[in-house]
């Protein structure tokens, strides 16, 4: 069964009013629960990752800023906020030595990821060659890849690709807009998925409410029945 992550994120930036977001999908069944570094700050995060842990679920913290910098300030600022699982980044050797000794999951970008919102470009297989690397750092525990947000690469493709170099399990994140598409991403072999945009866009069957959105995508996932 794929993971579904859904993401309290719309274009890349956390949702204003993300707590109360929160508060309409506790008892929807949600394992998982995620936020950008962007968008919101570090008090809002903390109080919905506490009401989160309080409820059960896993955190994640999705790092999609640009700068070296501000990616290195959000890695830092998870360890406050107390989040589960630190996704995305460019950096994965810095994030790692800042990472050491944190019980947090570590799971960064492969390959080449550009602009806000995030794009991936390259090659199939310089991107599973990235992948490999990547999982073969110490702390690293998995993998953030943008499948969707590839211009050219047959999708399924990419994904296979990144899961079989992979030493960690793969998360695809981005502009995942429909359950055909989350389909072709189990089939791929991808531990999880986000959904944040296409469910606040109401485009995801269960609609118009986001918990009934995402009561549907849970269901889909086979994580209800």
């Known amino acids: 069964m794929i993971e579904f992550i859904f993401m309290l994120t719309k274009d890349d930036r956390t949702v204003d009013g993300a ?11 949600l394992r998982y629960v995620g936020f950008k570094d962007i968008g919101q ?13 309080r409820d059960g679920l896993e955190v994640m913290l999705e790092v999609v800023s640009t700068s070296k910098e501000d990616e290195l300030r959000s890695i830092e600022a998870a360890a406050g906020i107390g989040v589960d699982w630190v996704l995305g980044g460019t950096h994965p050797a810095e994030g790692t030595a ?24 390259g090659e199939i297989a310089e991107m599973a060659d990235s992948a ?11 993998l953030d890849l943008l499948a969707y947000r ?15 170099a992979a030493s960690g ?10 359950l055909a598409q989350v389909q072709t991403l189990e089939a791929a072999g991808a ?5 944040g945009s296409a469910i606040f866009d109401g485009l995801l069957p269960g609609g118009p409410s986001v918990a009934g959105q995402v009561r549907e995508v849970l ?7």
């Open 98 to 121: 800042l990472m050491a000794g944190r019980p947090a999951k570590y799971c960064p970008f492969p390959g080449r990821v550009v602009g806000h919102p995030s794009i991936l470009e």
């Open 132 to 142: 490999r690397d990547i999982t073969a750092l110490d702390g690293v525990h998995g």
């Open 169 to 178: 399990p793969v998360i695809a994140a981005g502009s995942v807009a429909s």
């Open 219 to 225: 269901r889909a996932t086979g994580a209800l029945v």
């Open 191 to 195: 531990w999880g998925f986000t959904i």
């Open 19 to 29: 707590r109360e977001v929160y508060e309409e999908l506790r008892g929807a069944g």
């Open 150 to 164: 590839h211009q050219t690469a047959d999708v399924a493709e990419l994904t296979r690709a990144v899961v079989t």
């Open 41 to 53: 700050p570090v008090p809002v995060l903390r109080d919905i990752c506490d009401t989160a842990h």
